[in-house]
Nanobody, 119 residues
Framework: QVQLVESGGGLVQAGGSLRLSCTAS????????MGWFRQGPGKEREFVAA????????YYADSVKGRFTMSMANAKNTVYLQMSSLQPEDTAVYFC????????????WGQGTQVTVSS
């Protein structure tokens, strides 16, 4: 059974930084892709970033490219999202997701962590 738990959200002023964490169980990182998604109030859930456990090559949505960095700590079964130069438009609930290589959909999700950026 896959379980994902996010942490690290909070309130930050525009221009500030936060680091989100997602700790996974029931997942072998070498065989999975881990992703970050976010959903603002009244908005659809959108892709933020993802990293392949086998290749450790992150990719990002255009909206966060150059500001966010995703990384994976295999020994701790944890992925991170380092966010800098945060803007009010980044305000959302951030979700960690997991999918096996070769599968399109993310079937497993964490409960989410709130990120609020004040102007």
């Amino acid at each position: 059974q896959v379980q994902l738990v996010e942490s690290g959200g909070g309130l930050v002023q525009a221009g500030g930084s936060l680091r989100l964490s997602c700790t996974a169980s029931g997942v072998t990182f070498a065989n999975w892709v881990m992703g970050w998604f976010r959903q603002g109030p009244g908005k659809e859930r959108e892709f933020v970033a993802a990293i392949s456990g086998g290749h450790s090559i992150p990719y990002y949505a255009d909206s966060v490219k150059g500001r966010f960095t995703m990384s994976m700590a295999n020994a701790k079964n944890t992925v991170y999202l380092q966010m800098s130069s945060l803007q009010p438009e980044d305000t959302a609930v951030y979700f960690c997701g997991a999918r096996p290589h070769g599968q399109v959909e993310y079937d497993d999700w964490g409960q989410g962590t709130q990120v609020t950026v004040s102007s």
